[in-house]
Nanobody
Framework: QVQLVESGGGLVQAGGSLRLSCAAS????????MGWFRQAPGKGREFVAK????????NYAGSVKGRFTISRDNAKNTVYLQMSSLKPEDTAVYYC???????????????WGQGTQVTVSS
């Protein structure tokens, strides 16, 4: 079972930037698509972004497209989420997730990190 550990969350002013990291254990990281989700207070968990096993393909939620960038470094077993032009509505716990397939097409994650808090002040 892969373990995922997020870092990089914190408090930032609206318009600012943060970069989240997710370090994965195991030797099969490069075989699977990865994603980021978030959960705001009182709301359900929602999809933010995903990236294919080789980093070539990415997909974003409409609410973050153009502001967030997902990337990965397979040599470091790490996936990143660069967040720019942050808004107060981006405040949430952000979760890293592993998909059971290379491309995550019509797939749901099978492993989750513990989450990292991102708070955007107005």
């Amino acid at each position: 079972q892969v373990q995922l550990v997020e870092s990089g969350g914190g408090l930032v002013q609206a318009g600012g930037s943060l970069r989240l990291s997710c370090a994965a254990s195991g030797r099969t990281f490069s075989s699977y698509a990865m994603g980021w989700f978030r959960q705001a207070p009182g709301k359900g968990r929602e999809f933010v972004a995903k990236i294919t096993f080789n980093g070539v393909g990415t997909n974003y939620a409409g609410s973050v497209k153009g502001r967030f960038t997902i990337s990965r470094d397979n040599a470091k077993n790490t996936v990143y989420l660069q967040m720019s032009s942050l808004k107060p509505e981006d405040t949430a716990v952000y979760y890293c997730a592993k998909y059971p397939t290379q491309f995550a097409t019509f797939a749901t994650p099978d492993s989750w990190g513990q989450g990292t808090q991102v708070t955007v002040s107005s």
